[in-house]
């Protein structure tokens, strides 16, 4: 019989240290754009980001960090947020990124759940800072001085912790690659959040797909423009991606508004922008606004024709893939979540859709996409088998790959998100139709998106429900021209009870919900509906409440 | 201190048979067409590749076929051989493609030193076959019905053989990612051929790192014509990376004649096609040939406006690049061997060049081009150091990553081919500049050491092949008693052309050569010898030459 025989192929670990190198020799000439607080630009070349990036590593490292220690961040979209993307594994760290939307609450909350033991944050965020500071304490805090503000002395200065390392003696943590190089939490729909942790593996072939001329397409010579923030799945993979080709990046700063995205967009303008519906729908809504003679803006903004964007984190209306059309830009939805890096579907222009109608173009567009290489997606029906493929049959989308988490930090694997044989229970159902065209028809039942940001029904029940004057409460998504969606809360008052809007703000408040996870609108009734199990009968309520 | 922390993402392989699940559910309507012997065109669709090719690796299963056994093939570029690179895998075998443009004893060689268990041939090739049967005895020799005639009696018929299998009850060998896939013989400049064994990992690496916007840019819409035989590097990667995406492809099956592939072209129009540079300049000739009115095909051929074509496997001249350019068909140049799954280096249009003149662009493209992502390259010098990214400074290319080979079948990892931190040694010697474009200078064992110094054939040969009144040019060396070697030029005129040696020296000094670089002697030929790679065959014109 023949001898068994082995791969030859070297056993070269897949490494963002190497996506780093690539870059410093390279692309050393390429352009990294910051927008700073006061709006000014701040141009770095890829060779300053490669040795900065390094001197942060080398200064971690000599900080004490050692392989595994969580290092949080606390930041908007700028060039010191990617120098710790890649610094802090490349000392052996791992980088927990804090969304900076949540309550301080739960921002300590999480912090203390990844035992953090640093935390790099913007000086605008300072103040946020102090809000969770008594929540976790952090051996070092160290300060991004965006705002161009000296550092007070009780944080470290971070200009000052690389101006005193040096990158040409940093050498690199050994790894293997499967070790971790970010972590993010995800929303929590239910329970508690829970933590994701990304792997040097995950990251570089979430990239590699992320790039594929179907999706990102991402070239040397693009320019690309992350408004999706860095704290949410690492701004959708596409720092990483960037680096590994040499991409040009403009990042936003903290200016998200409409009218800062036009003025960026024709001052350094992109070919790739990542973002959410709402912003996009505002951003065309504020764009078309000023193109009537004598409007306010009024001659102003410039969009980048030709430009390509992936949209994703809810539900791409068919209207936003039209309005931006007209102006011969590309909005490609993506599907996904914090538990798959992100990227699992994207609706591209398939071979089978070149001779179709634009109305089936479009129609396509607006669904969730094609499952992209590397990720196995089936529709799990009730029944527990798969279901067919043919755009009705609906059922829960399960997702299994490299780059999607087969458990959580600390959780291990619950039984309510992964299957007996390993799948992850992603909650949104959906169909498929016959070309692999996933439809979601309804999305995590209990949740609601707003702003890109999720809301959690269940916590807002509680809440509410913990208030002396409330027998029930059941809170619904209504449609929001602005927001994507904006909770409405139904409630059953206690008999004899009274209770206004402004009392349940005031007691939400206090319990620890920010402005915008509070209820847009309250509908006092006499009974929730129920289902025949005794839930909640939310799509009752819907049909009532939400076209109001 | 804070716990130690892991990834959370789930341990999946990455598969061939995660691409080949992917390509019956998600593009089983897609086309693949295949040239047969007589010239006639076989649609399937890649519904039908995904039965037949699951049929296959049940039926390999039902002869025996174990796990890392060697199944060899010995056919042309078609459906069927496309079969084989993934149902082999996929029932547990390793696929070996045998050369056959080697001669006889050569193959039955490595067929022996493979240990291959099976054969998969060609009809049209049994009388090859026929001729190393007796150097290595295959346990079952399946024949496929290329031509369409009987298969005889003595072996099994490979259409039988599928017919007999059910493609429903199929079930995938288990395997880890580092498992063997397939497996290729270097050329061996030096000593016996070696083998290079490919695994799922490398090869589903290497797909993801060839699609990439900057090299084959590869969509779903794209239609690739492999004209690289399946047999060399795996048609250097492109039938997998086309089954990862859905894309259509046209096999030119037994025809490689330039007026063959043309008339292939005009019938399907590729988008991007690969092929060695020898095939496309007597393509371009044919295709010119031909516009003149009353010239032979004069309006028979269509050339595929807007394609791209990926060219290696030896130096790319800068008249061919130009030559393309014409027609709007990109000539991309890439370097790699067996060795390099075989991408390692992509000449393609840096952001850098954005505004560059045609000449820059087209001198760089004449390069072989930058380091992909997941290669590093290094050029070591005779010090053993390192050398500057300066474009002057040469020494010989090494390179390291995961779809790079770190030894050769039954041979492990030579001195001569590996260095001691474990970077393959290429035998290639070549500068890089600081844009990181490599340019090689030559084969070390192509290159010209006249009186102590160093002359690059190859630089030579493209200033050369610059002219306009030559076709084709290789340049060897031949001894000299005074200066060790001196370059002898062998040069295939165009038809109806004429050139002296002295106009040749005229033109090589307003290029910039010096006067002791230029060629000894001229010898003007009829053709150039082709080795079985389709490069210029040198030994052949240094035993014609060089002893004269």
Redo the contacts between chains.
């Keep these: 019989m023949?001898?068994?025989?082995?791969?030859?192929?070297?056993?070269?670990?897949?490494s963002l240290n190497?996506?780093l190198?690539?870059a410093g020799?390279?692309?050393a000439?390429?352009e990294i754009v910051s927008r700073a607080p006061d709006k000014s630009l701040r141009r770095h070349r890829y060779k300053e980001f490669y040795r900065r990036t390094r001197a942060l590593a080398a200064a971690l490292q000599g900080l004490g960090l050692k392989k595994?220690?969580?290092v949080a961040t606390l930041c908007w979209n700028h060039h010191a947020h990617l120098e710790c993307y890649f610094g802090i594994p490349a000392a052996g760290g791992?980088m927990h990124t804090l969304n900076l939307r949540l309550s301080p609450e739960e921002i300590g909350w999480i912090a203390g759940d990844a035992?953090?033991?640093f935390l790099v944050v913007d000086d605008v965020l300072l103040p946020l800072y102090h809000q969770f500071a008594k929540l976790h304490r952090f051996e070092r805090v160290i300060v991004f001085p965006f705002s161009g503000a000296a550092v007070p002395a009780e944080f470290t200065d971070y200009e000052a912790l690389l101006g005193g390392a040096d990158p040409d003696r940093f050498e690199y943590a050994p790894h293997g690659e499967?070790?971790?190089v970010a972590?993010c939490y995800t929303s929590g729909t239910t329970g508690r959040p829970k933590?994701?942790?990304?792997?040097h593996?995950?990251t570089?072939?979430h990239s590699?797909?992320g790039?594929?001329?179907?999706f990102w397409?991402?070239?040397?010579?693009d320019a690309v423009l992350p408004v999706t923030p860095m704290f949410h799945a690492n701004s959708w993979g596409l720092p990483y991606a960037a680096v590994?080709?040499?991409?040009?990046i403009v990042f936003p700063g903290p200016h998200m508004h409409p009218e800062d995205l036009l003025d960026l967009m024709t001052q350094e303008p992109p070919t790739l922008a990542l973002g959410v519906p709402t912003i996009w729908m505002t951003l065309i809504q504020a764009y078309e606004a000023s193109l009537a003679p004598g409007a306010p803006n009024h001659g102003r903004w410039t969009l980048p024709r030709g430009m390509k964007s992936l949209v994703g984190g809810a539900a791409v209306p068919e209207s936003l893939i039209r309005a931006f059309a007209k102006y011969d830009i590309l909005i490609l939805q993506g599907w996904g979540m914090t538990e798959t890096s992100p990227l699992a579907t994207v609706s591209?222009?398939?071979?089978?859709l070149?001779g179709a109608s634009d109305d089936e173009r479009f129609r396509r567009a607006s669904l969730a996409g094609?499952?992209v290489?590397?990720v196995?997606l089936r529709i799990r029906g009730d029944a527990g088998s798969d279901q067919p493929?043919d755009g009705q049959s609906v059922g829960e989308i399960q997702v299994?790959?490299?780059?999607?988490?087969?458990?959580?930090?600390?959780v291990g694997s619950p039984e309510d998100k992964f299957t007996a044989d390993?799948w992850?229970r992603t909650g949104d159902v959906a169909s498929i139709d016959p070309?692999?065209f996933v439809k979601i028809s309804d999305r995590t039942k209990d949740l609601i998106k707003s702003g890109g940001e999720w809301i959690s029904s269940v916590d807002l029940e509680n809440a509410l429900m913990a208030h002396p004057a409330v027998a029930e409460a059941a809170v619904i998504a209504i449609p929001d021209a602005k927001w994507g969606e904006r909770p409405l809360a139904c409630v059953v008052l206690r008999p004899e009870h009274k209770a206004s809007a402004e009392e349940f703000a005031a007691h939400l408040a206090a319990k620890g919900f920010v402005k915008w996870q509070l209820p847009e609108r309250y509908e006092f009734i006499a009974a929730i509906p129920r289902t025949s199990t005794g839930k909640f009968w939310k799509m009752k309520l819907r049909e009532q409440f939400a076209g109001a």
Tied chains: 1, 2.
Aim: charge should be negative.
């Design positions: 023949p001898d068994s025989i082995h791969s030859t192929m070297m056993p070269v670990p897949l190497h996506l190198e690539r020799t390279l692309f000439g390429n595994g220690d969580r791992v035992e953090d033991r499967d070790d971790p972590m933590g994701v942790v990304y792997s593996r995950s570089v072939l590699l797909v790039c594929l001329a179907d397409c991402l070239r040397g010579t590994m080709l040499g991409t040009k591209y222009p398939r071979a089978e070149q094609v499952p290489p590397l196995d493929w299994r790959g490299p780059f999607i988490t087969g458990s959580y930090h600390g390993q992850l070309l692999g």
